[in-house]
T-cell receptor, first 114, second 114 residues
Framework: LAKTTQPISMDSYEGQEVNITCSHN???????ITWYQQFPSQGPRFIIQ???TKVTNEVASLFIPADRKSSTLSLPRVSLSDTAVYYC???????????????FGSGTRLQVQP | NAGVTQTPKFQVLKTGQSMTLQCAQD?????MYWYRQDPGMGLRLIYY???????DKGEVPNGYNVSRLNKREFSLRLESAAPSQTSVYFC?????????????FGPGTRLTVL
């Protein structure tokens, strides 16, 4: 099971672009990369998912280089409401593969200042 | 459509007491999960149920039992609570147990064991 490494915390200011990088050196061929966001006192919620190259939605972009050993979550023009913990997950899309757990890890705590 | 609901929202127990945390989802999802989150930490998987009628241990199963009552409901039981089980407990569900399926989280149960 691929292990992920993220920075523990990051600081930014309103209006800036924030890039959070996740390292997953042991990613397997069938693995996808998924990012979740968690606000204080709430459960995590899905932000974005990708397999390779670039994925963009209304909230964020996800950049994945050709070797897929890392990925970068990009949040354009952050606001105070983007202050949260961001988790990177790596796992495959095979149903019922037994006891492989999807591990959230400690995440990256983003603090956006005015 | 309520998504994932959890009861209770808050609970205080004395060491040795037992209790059951309830979770229900109305999205017709096959897979359900129980996580715990200690202060300032990431989520750790306690147990999961890939489909109705099956349950499997996650990363930290000791001291807990689970029951997948039906497709909608997945309960977590603490038989003899310990202070080390003080945490916030999140229930989640997903269509199937793969990383490409978004996990939807409940609001959490904040448990304190004295």
């Amino acid at each position: 099971l691929a292990k992920t490494t993220q920075p523990i915390s990051m600081d930014s200011y309103e209006g800036q672009e924030v890039n959070i990088t996740c390292s997953h050196n042991n990613i397997a061929t069938n693995d996808y990369i998924t990012w979740y966001q968690q606000f204080p006192s709430q459960g995590p919620r899905f932000i974005i998912q990708g397999y390779k190259t670039k994925v963009t939605n209304e909230v964020a972009s996800l950049f994945i280089p050709a070797d897929r050993k890392s990925s970068t979550l990009s949040l354009p023009r952050v606001s105070l409401s983007d202050t949260a913990v961001y988790y990177c997950l790596v796992g495959d899309n095979v149903v019922g593969t037994g006891r492989r757990a999807l591990t959230f890890g400690s995440g990256t705590r983003l603090q956006v200042q005015p | 459509n309520a998504g994932v609901t959890q009861t209770p929202k808050f609970q205080v127990l004395k060491t040795g007491q037992s209790m059951t945390l309830q979770c229900a989802q109305d999205m017709n999802h096959n897979s359900m999960y129980w996580y715990r989150q200690d202060p300032g930490m990431g989520l750790r998987l306690i147990y999961y149920s890939a489909s109705e009628g099956t349950t499997d241990k996650g990363e930290v199963p000791n001291g807990y039992n689970v029951s997948r009552l039906n497709k909608r409901e997945f309960s977590l039981r603490l038989e003899s609570a310990a202070p080390s089980q003080t945490s916030v407990y999140f229930c989640a569900s997903s269509p199937d147990r793969t990383s490409t399926d978004t996990q939807y989280f409940g609001p959490g149960t904040r448990l304190t064991v004295l």
